[in-house]
Structures are given as C-alpha cells and as structure tokens.
C-alpha cells in the first residue's frame, strides 16, 4: 500500500495541505476529489516524486514505477501520438501494439502518423492517456484525465481505460463523482486548508 | 481569402534573386567611381583589377593550399570550440560549481580584445598553431553560453514527463533536449562562423603564420599591392560565407526534422 501521512505544504504564506493522511489500496482506483486549490495535484506531485512536502511523509513508493496523465497534455509537438507513446515505452513494444491500443482509445488511423501538434484537443488527450496507461507502471496518476473530451469519446476512453487499470494501484483526481461510480472506487474528498 | 497566381510567384521569385545582384553591382559601381576618383592602384584597386588578380591567384596550386592550410586551422579551432562549448554547457546546466566557475571565466574570455590573447598565446605556441588557438578561444565562449541558455530553455513540463516515465537519457535528447537547444546552437555557430574567421586571419597576419591567407594579407601590405589585399580578403569573405550558410542549413534542416 502507498501511504501519505501528515502531508502538509505551502506556498509562500499559502498553506495548501495541513496535515493531510491518504492511502492508497494495492491494484484498485482511489478517487481524490475536492474543490479547486485543495491540493489535489500537489499530493499528486509528491506521489510522482516531483516535488517534497515541507512536513510529511510518502510511504510504499521505493522501487516503484510511476505514469501519469497531467492537468496538461505535455507531448512531444513534433512526434507522432505512436511515437509520444512508444518515447516512455520499452523498445520491444511493437508500434502496431500502440496503434491498436490508440485506435481502441477512439483515434482513427489519420491521428496516428501525423504530428500531434496538427490533432484536436480531444485527440490529444487521448494520446496522453494512452502514453500513461500504455507505460508499465506500478502507480498511474490520472489527474482529471477526461477533460476535454465529448460525451461518446468519454465513455469510449473511460471504458477502455477502467479495462486497462484493472489491478492497478491507480490514483484518479476528478470533480466529477459518476467518474468515481464508474470506476468502482474509494472516494477519498479533500477539504481546503 | 487572399491567393497568389503563378506569375505573381514567378515575379516575387525574380525580385527576391534580383534585389540582392542590385545591391552588389550598386556597391560595385560605387567601388569602381571611387578607385577613378582616386586614381592610384596602391590606394585603391579597382574592382577589374581586383577580379584578375583573383583569377590570376586561383590558377596557381599555391592559392588552393594557402586557402586549405587557413581553412584547416581555423575549422580546426571552430570544431573544437565547439565540441567543447557543448560538452561545457551540458556539464554547466547540472553543476552549479562548474556554472560558477566557468560562466565568468569565459564572460571574461569574450570580453578581452582579440590582439590581446594573439600577442600571449604566440608566447607559448607556434605560429602555425596560432590561428586554431585564436578561432577556438573565440568561439567557445559563444557556444557554451548560447547552448547553455538553449539547455536552460527546454520544456519544464516535458523534462518531468520524461522523469516519471523514466525515460532513458538518450532517448530523451532528441525527442525534449536537441528541439529545443539546436535553435540556439544555430544561432551560435552563425556567429561563431564569421569570428572564427576574422579572429583567426588575424593571429595568421601577427604571427605570420607560413603558407597561411593571413601571411599573403601581410606580404600585400609590404609589397603596396592593395590588389592583393582585396583579392584575399574577398577570399576571406568567401569562404566563411560559404562554411556559415553550408553549416546553418544543415543545422536548421535537423532543426526541421526534429520540430
């Protein structure tokens, strides 16, 4: 189990997290969900090991291997969305396997080749949750990871990716609690500090 | 919505090859005025005299292996410099000791008048070393600051993207580092190109350096033949105009591919 236990973090003199304990149960989805500035992406930041908590304490990360899908898209512009997945991927994953997972996650064969920077919004972000969910990780980070996509593409991606994180320790952040329903997961709510 | 017809394409074509050749036989006939206004080969050759001396010297074999022994020693020392200014901002942007030792050092470096470091270093190499020693020294300092400020401008977010996936190193240069930090290594050797030049003919003339562009520079100033100085000088321009554009479309052709 991945433990956070008396998290606290400011910035400046903004105190951001005080005290904050969250678990993590081994191969299932926990939703982190609360209102805008609560922290929930700063805890995510501490579990990514981008950044440390200024008190505090990050348990049962040691030797762990980590994917996330940011706030942000964050691709490679120049890249293709195969090659953006395959960057984080281990040179024997063949690019017909990424295809096929993108073309599961609602990319048409067009979106593939080309350099994401010349693809929608919404086809950006489904290459972000594939590189993320693609990666061979211990611990997947899924901050609002369904932000701009239409209705039928939620479902669709959503559908795939719960497929996907099945017996995976997954942290998702979200407003949206049908998110947390579908994904049968322990809803954990962050107040403001 | 705003179209371009073939001829129009055509015409814009004509008047961007066309605008350049004006400048030139422009300053050419100012040239030409001006060395009938002085009337005195030694003051002032005129551009026909200029031409067949050109031609003259580029018959013989001792033109080409004068123009071979400066560009070797020059592209020797632009090499170098910059091998070593890349190495030196790589290692700069993850050592803080060594950002603060040689970020001033260098800052220094630039800053000193070029005769300077000709008169110290022909203390301690030979003539014929000199102009790779010069061209280097001038030229480092502009790479390694340039690529530094390169390495510093890359994409926050894509080098933490690379961090948790746990993107090996070299994979992660040419996806996140070189777009971002060729730009600024074009931009150097477009610099770096034209000082290695004049920095390096410069040491070749103070030191005399044998068989050297810099030596035949000297010999035109003995001998009163301002024919030769301008037939070598434009030797000069040529070349490093030549070596400039060849090296900036190759670099901006990889900077193509990788964007």
Known sequence: MIALRGISHSFGADVVLDTVDLDLDQGRVTVLT???????????????????????????????????????????????????????????????????????????????????????????????????????ADLLVLDEPFTGLDTLGKVQVMTWVRERCAGRTTLLITHDLAEARWFGARVVTLARA | MTSISAAEGTATLARGAVRPLAVVAFWVVVWQVSALVVGHEVLLASPAKVVARLGELSLTADFWATVWTSFARIAGGFVAASVLGVLGAALAATSRVVDALVTPALAAVRSTPVVSFIILVLIWVSSDQLALVISFLMVLPIIYTNVLEGIRHRDRALLEVADVFGVPRLRRLPAVDLPAVLPFFTAACRTGVGLAWKSGIAAEVIGLAEGSIGERLYEAKILLSSADLFAWTAVIIAVSFGVEKLLVTVLRRTERRLA
């Not at chain 1, 395959?86 to 080749?113: I, K, M, N, Q, W």
Request: aromatic letters at 2%; one cysteine or more; charged letters at 25%.
């Open chain 1, 34 to 136: 609360g209102p805008n500035g609560c922290g929930k992406t700063t805890l995510s930041r501490f579990l990514l090991g981008l950044a440390v908590p200024d008190a505090g304490e990050v348990r049962g990360l040691e030797g762990r291997r980590r994917a996330a899908v940011f706030q942000e898209n964050r691709l490679c512009e120049q890249l293709s969305a195969v090659g953006n997945v395959r960057l984080v991927l281990h040179r024997s994953v063949p690019s017909s396997a990424v295809a096929a997972e993108l073309r599961r996650a609602g990319l048409t064969d067009t979106c593939l080749t080309k350099p994401v920077r010349d693809l929608s919004g919404g086809q950006r972000r489904r290459v972000a949750i594939v590189r993320a969910v693609m990666a061979e």
